[in-house]
T-cell receptor, first 114, second 111 residues
């Protein structure tokens, strides 16, 4: 199906475990993003990527790793999960236009770290 | 720290009334965007206004931008129950791609 898909939709893990959240888009957008959403903080940018093999840190990158070997995929890895990483994670993609980037969001992954 | 801050945090109105939400930001911007988020869903883009624009319309939405005051407002006219959602502003002040969101305004429209 066309669009942007995230998997899994829900994930429960334990502290110290590695977990990878997947994001796939079919639009061939050059930009992809990872945000986390927490009560009281709104959305905070973790990492973004302007193209394959190009990634940049956002506001809260510590504890996360990303890669972008293919344009359509942008996985987010928590190398050693902590309780503070319990959150809802949103992936988004965009293609630059005159005026700016308009983001298209996935449905989110709800992650619980016990 | 957040670049954009929405005000109020929550707003409750009756169907048919207008809803106004405000966004203030700290540094110069290239553009400002507004997004809507229904409960449990991802965000949906509503409208983008460039730094050299002062007002923009899209259906029942009206966005204004005052770069001298570093603020923007989103007006939803003749609100409907379906407009119940959280609304976020976003700016890309630092660099293209580094799109920073505010904490949002939660709008409740009662039938």
């Amino acid at each position: 199906d066309a669009g942007i898909t995230q998997s899994p939709r829900y994930k429960i893990t334990e502290t110290g475990r590695q977990v990878t959240l997947m994001c796939h888009q079919t639009w061939s957008h050059s930009y992809m993003f990872w945000y986390r959403q927490d009560l009281g903080h709104g959305l905070r940018l973790i990492y973004y990527s302007a193209a394959a093999d190009i990634t940049d840190k956002g506001e809260v990158p510590d504890g996360y790793v990303v890669s972008r070997s293919k344009t359509e995929n942008f996985p987010l890895t928590l190398e050693s999960a902590t309780r503070s990483q319990t959150s809802v994670y949103f992936c988004a993609s965009s293609e630059p236009r005159t005026g700016g980037l308009e983001l298209f969001f996935g449905s989110g992954t709800q992650l619980s770290v016990l | 720290s957040q670049q954009g801050e929405e005000d109020p945090q929550a707003l409750s109105i009756q169907e048919g009334e207008n809803a106004t939400m405000n966004c203030s930001y700290k540094t110069s911007i290239n553009n400002l965007q507004w997004y809507r988020q229904n409960s449990g869903r991802g965000l949906v883009h509503l409208i983008l206004i460039r730094s050299n624009e002062r007002e923009k319309h899209s259906g029942r939405l009206r966005v204004t931008l005052d770069t001298s005051k570093k603020s923007s407002s989103l007006l939803i006219t003749a609100s409907r129950a379906a407009d119940t959602a959280s609304y976020f502003c976003a700016t890309d002040a630092r660099s293209q791609g580094n799109l920073i969101f505010g904490k949002g305004t939660k709008l409740s429209v009662k039938p």
